[in-house]
């Protein structure tokens, strides 16, 4: 399974941009997928996640503002960002679970300026 990333950009406080990922290859065997965040020389910090058929889950840090969701008929995952701080400044990484192996797509970078 190949992940790939798109939609980051520069943005100011409060407003939103949308993250796609499209997946390719057996992407049937995707059953979570969700999205990443991380500050360079920071860990990389869970953000949203949804398992195919069950409902998202989210950080505490953006419940209420952030929005995933899973298109499964086009092999897709997205990120909706509203309200966006310039705390959630961060390269955004797609990740999904085959089994017990962890996928991860390339990152892209989100700047919400204040």
């Known amino acids: 399974v190949q992940l790939q990333a798109s939609g980051g950009g520069l943005v100011q406080s409060g407003g939103s941009l949308r993250l796609s990922c499209a997946a390719s290859?057996?992407?049937?065997?995707?059953?979570?997928m969700g999205w990443y965040r991380q500050v360079r020389g920071n860990q990389r910090e869970w953000v949203a996640s949804?398992?195919?058929?069950?409902?998202?889950l989210y950080a505490d840090s953006v419940k209420g503002r952030f929005t995933i969701a899973r298109d499964n008929a086009k092999n897709a995952l997205y990120l909706q960002m509203n309200g966006l701080k310039p705390e959630d400044t961060a390269i955004y990484y797609c990740?999904?679970?085959?089994?017990?192996?962890?996928?991860w797509g390339q990152g892209t970078q989100v700047t919400v300026s204040s």
């Open positions: 949804i398992v195919s058929g069950g409902s998202p």
């Open positions: 990740w999904g679970r085959v089994g017990v192996q962890d996928t």
């Open positions: 290859g057996s992407t049937f065997n995707l059953r979570i």
